[in-house]
C-alpha cells in the first residue's frame, strides 16, 4: 500500500488542522494506521492510531482530547483532527499502516509509511 499524508501548514497556537492519509490499494479497510512526528532533533514519537473498521482508536497522552483520528475507508482515507494546537506539536507529521484487525502504536509495528506533512504551530 502507498501512503500519501497532505494538510500540514502554519497555524497560531490555538488554531485547528485536519491532515489527511490517502491510500493505495483495494485492501486498504483492512489496514489499521497510525500517525507519528518528528520534531527538529527528536525522535519520530507516536501520535494516534485506528484500526482497520474505525472503532478503536489510542492517542499518545500529549494530544489526548485535542486530535481525533478518524478514517473513511470507502474513500481510502484517514484523517488526524487537530485542534487546540500548541508550539511543540510542530514537527513533520507521517501516516503509516499494516495489516491487522487491532491497532498499533509503536512505529516498528508498522510496514508501510508515507512522506511527512509540515505543521508549525507559531505562539
Known amino acids: 500500500v502507498q501512503l500519501q499524508a497532505s494538510g500540514g501548514g502554519l497555524v497560531q497556537a490555538g488554531g485547528s488542522l485536519r491532515l489527511s492519509c490517502a491510500a493505495s490499494g483495494r485492501t486498504f479497510s483492512s489496514y489499521a494506521v497510525g500517525w507519528f512526528r518528528q520534531a527538529p532533533g527528536k525522535e519520530r514519537e507516536f501520535v494516534a492510531t485506528i484500526n482497520f473498521s474505525g472503532s478503536n482508536t489510542d492517542y499518545a497522552d500529549s494530544v489526548k482530547g485535542r486530535f481525533t483520528i478518524s478514517r473513511d475507508n470507502a474513500k481510502n482515507t484517514v484523517y488526524l483532527q487537530m485542534n487546540s494546537l500548541r508550539p511543540e506539536d510542530t514537527a513533520v507529521y507521517s501516516c503509516?499502516?499494516?495489516?491487522?484487525?487491532?491497532?498499533?502504536?509503536?512505529?516498528?509495528?508498522?510496514?508501510?509509511w508515507g512522506q511527512g506533512t509540515q505543521v508549525t504551530v507559531s505562539s
Open positions: 503509516a499502516a499494516r495489516s491487522g484487525r487491532s491497532y498499533y502504536s509503536y512505529r516498528n509495528d508498522y510496514a508501510y
